[in-house]
């Protein structure tokens, strides 16, 4: 039935009028064309917010780890980065040489990982739903998220690496 009004307000009186006609005729419970549809898709919702989840700790994991390793990194090499800044080499300069070096396995781990989505596209696309697994707008998308957070996680380290006192990395030693 089709009505401007709300529709469970008039759910009683179209019962009552089905069982004015035919008092044998069982009546369901009334529902809302947005709630059966809403009760159709609902498995597919909670398997996509499951992925999205997932999807979320993938990316905290990897933002952490990237952190973690670059981190290390800046950490054992401590003496190089004030032997560099005793011998004239900039902040900036620093910076930019630890950001690459972190920040070149995830471009190249990024260029395998889409190489490879794209080459599995024909088995992610029943899972998909009106998007298409080759769409470049998201797998743009899903790069430069990688890409923002492998950068936050590399660039607070490598300010760290840019704070390095020359003279007191070099009485380390």
């Known amino acids: 039935m089709?009505?401007?009004?709300?529709?469970?307000?008039?759910?009683?009186?179209?019962r009552e009028a089905i069982w004015q006609v035919d008092s044998e005729v069982p009546v369901p419970r009334m529902r809302t064309l947005e709630e059966v549809l809403s009760d159709s898709v609902a498995q597919a919702r909670f398997q996509m917010l499951l992925?999205?989840?997932?999807?979320?700790?993938?990316?905290?994991?990897?933002?952490?780890?990237?952190?973690?390793v670059v981190s290390?990194?800046?950490t054992r090499r401590r003496t190089e980065?004030?032997?560099?800044?005793a011998l004239g080499a900039g902040a900036a300069g620093v910076l930019r040489m630890v950001l690459w070096q972190?920040?070149?396995?995830?471009l190249a781990g990024l260029a395998l990982g889409v190489a490879l989505a794209l080459?599995?596209?024909?088995?992610?696309h029943s899972f998909l739903f009106q998007v298409s697994p080759r769409d470049p707008v998201t797998v743009s998308a899903v790069a430069l998220v990688l890409l923002a957070?492998?950068?936050v996680a590399a660039v607070l380290p490598a300010r760290r690496a840019t704070r390095?006192?020359?003279?007191?990395?070099?009485?380390?030693e």
Do not use: K
């Open 102 to 106: 972190g920040m070149r396995p995830v």
């Open 51 to 68: 992925v999205a989840v997932f999807a979320a700790a993938a990316l905290a994991l990897a933002g952490f780890g990237i952190y973690g």
């Open 2 to 14: 089709r009505t401007a009004a709300d529709p469970r307000a008039l759910a009683a009186g179209v």
């Open 164 to 172: 390095v006192d020359p003279m007191g990395a070099l009485r380390f």
């Open 119 to 124: 080459a599995a596209g024909r088995v992610l």
């Open 149 to 151: 957070v492998a950068a």
């Open 81 to 85: 980065m004030g032997i560099r800044m």
């Open 72 to 74: 290390y990194a800046v």
